[in-house]
């Protein structure tokens, strides 16, 4: 680029004692030259940031702890927005710790071997119940983190309106919640036990 700008600088002086529309018209050229360059530059300069994007992408591989952290993320973006809802009912909150839930459950179930792929499947996929019941029944969830049948409860009754979608498309007014305070302190409850067990087997 550099040389190409001296080229240009060097054209348009020999030309300076030229007539004027003459130089006008090849300094004109030159310029146009010297976009074309520029813009050719930074086309190959996006085309290698998204190889090496590609790249990366190829070569990150998701582990339970990068899922278990957007869980911790997740439940502490609840309880920011619930603390701004004061003590009205917060449905995006409430969408936040299910989510949050979701990802701990994941995060479990993934370091217990269970691929990413069928996790993010109609077997799972957002079903709070299903996710669950299979750390409980398959994965013994509760050495890790034991879950009281009123705590259950709460998941199945979260579970109803969160796999249905029903904290993101305004369809009703009547939703069945289970307490704010109870359901923050579930989050939490998992975010911290999984992340407990999570540090202890990958240190």
Known sequence: MRRLQWQIRCDCRH?????????????????????????????LEILQSQAKTKRNLEDFQPTPQGLWKRAEEFEQAATVVAD??????????????AHSIELSLKAFLFAHGVPLRKLK???????????????????????????????LGEIYVLNYEYVAKRFEYHETEDYHLPHRDRTKRLAEKLVRLIGHALNKSHP
């Open 15 to 43: 030309y300076r004692h030229r007539p004027r529309s003459s130089a006008t018209t090849l300094c004109q050229g030159v310029m146009e030259l010297r976009d074309i360059y520029t813009a050719v530059n930074l086309h």
């Open 84 to 97: 701004a809802a004061r003590n009205k009912v917060s449905l995006p909150a409430y969408y936040l710790w």
């Open 121 to 151: 499947s109609r077997d799972f996929g957002h079903n709070l119940k299903a996710l669950v019941d299979e750390a409980r029944e398959r994965y013994d969830l509760k050495k890790t983190a034991h879950l009281s049948n009123r705590e």
